[in-house]
């Protein structure tokens, strides 16, 4: 063989695969491809962005398809038990079940839903579903972005129901509640969101509210936490689309409570698609995330210009000797 690299010419025989064969294998539901086009929206090569780009918008017309359902809860609380009863069951009813994540926290864990994947055993390896976790190593912003893309692909690949996780801390949940149609937070028998760590605005923001482990020693807990959240809703100004915030118990290990939580996920779905809220809020959400795409753009074409460069560090270095204010200082930069 002229001596040449076996390694190399076995690659060499099997290019990556054109933005056609990435758009013809997701559009039939081909999940191999559909990583490698996902890989690539993660990726921050700038050629692979563009690749990655040119996939989404191909695959776009094609996307939307779907009920996304964001879950969130503190660690522990059994959102990867959750999902993988409550997947298996909706892959049981016929559908295809996307899930993502998005996990601030994943830099440092390797994407927790890695290490989940031995608690979604059954459904990581079903032909009907396809688990991704948290790109790793980029800030919420970057990953946020990229998982609405996931999201898109997903579907365009006949996900019907895209679930995206996200751990209870932080400014997750804002994000993936900016990305989803309806949000389920999961949690810990035992009353009090103090106790919990759950942020006020994020009891606000669920649409359903199960608390899960209501089975043996904590079922009476269990019945006690929902009562107190129920009471705790009553609190809350009623949402624009007319959901009014369900509460029920569940048991992510022995199934019950997960039928219930599915028929109110429909419920909410046939509420807000008469009332057309299921739409504008999609539409609300794309043009948030035009925003947001603005922004990030704009700030790195600033910092990117050589002038502008130069001046920040004298800036900023006046900024910290107290000699200017910051306001001063980003006026400075941005007239
Ligand atoms: N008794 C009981 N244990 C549960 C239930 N759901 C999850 N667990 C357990 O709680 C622990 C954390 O679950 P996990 O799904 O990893 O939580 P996550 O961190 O929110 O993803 C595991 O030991 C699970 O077996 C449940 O419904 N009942
Ligand atoms: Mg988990």
Known sequence: MHGINPHLSARARKPTPSVEELVNGILSGNRVLLSQA????ESHRADHQEKAQAVIDSCL???????????????????????ETFGLRLIEKGHRV?????????QMTHGSILGDKTRMMRLSVHESAYIRPSPAGDALGGVARKTREAIMLCEAAGFDIIIVETVGVGQSETAVHSMTDVFL??????????????KRGIVEMADIIAVNKADGDNALAAKRAKAFYANALHLFPP???YWIPQILTCSALSGDGL??????????????????????????QAVFWLREAIDERLKKHLFDTPSVKERF???????????????????????
């Not at 560090?313 to 001063?328: D, I, M, N, T, Y």
């Open 38 to 41: 996902i890989t690539l929206i």
């Open 61 to 83: 017309p094609h996307a939307g398809n779907s009920i996304r359902i964001g879950i969130t809860g503190t660690p522990g609380v059994g959102k990867s038990t959750f999902i």
């Open 98 to 106: 996307a899930v993502l994540a998005i996990d601030p926290s994943s």
């Open 185 to 198: 937070l999961l949690l810990m028998p035992g009353a009090g969101d103090e106790l919990q760590g759950i």
């Open 239 to 241: 949402k624009p689309n």
């Open 259 to 284: 039928e219930e939580v599915w028929q109110l996920i429909l419920n909410f779905q046939e509420l807000t698609k008469n009332n057309q809220s299921f739409y504008t809020n999609r539409q609300e």
């Open 313 to 335: 560090l004298e800036v900023q270095r006046q900024v910290a000797a107290g000699e200017l204010s910051p306001f001063k200082g980003a006026q400075m930069i941005v007239p």
